[in-house]
């Protein structure tokens, strides 16, 4: 067989700025004060991601049953329109 050999001490480590380097969300809610920790930076970060989320899906909801309905007139109107019948003069008054 060949002679292969391995050379273990030149492994990848990473430098010490890039270890000790903290994403800048986690640096803005530690700046704040209202938290002292990573953990409790990242509880707030996951706290705010989440009330983002239930805000969405209820003005997704609000604006989704907010939208008028057709009425059963509009509906004879379009399905007449689809079989090629003219539609006649609408109706005028209340």
């Known amino acids: 067989m060949a002679d292969i050999q391995f050379d273990e001490e030149q492994q990848y480590s990473a430098s010490r700025s ?3 380097q903290k994403p800048f969300l986690l640096r803005l809610v530690l700046s704040t004060g209202l938290v ?4 409790g930076a990242e509880y707030v970060l996951i706290g705010a991601i989440l009330a983002c989320l239930v805000l969405t899906v209820l003005i997704l909801i609000h604006t989704g049953s907010s939208a008028p309905g057709l009425s059963p007139a509009d ?3 379009i399905t007449d329109l689809q079989q090629g019948v003219r539609p006649s003069a609408p109706p005028y008054g209340p």
């Open 18 to 20: 890039e270890v000790a």
């Open 36 to 39: 002292r920790t990573r953990r």
């Open 75 to 77: 509906i004879q109107r």
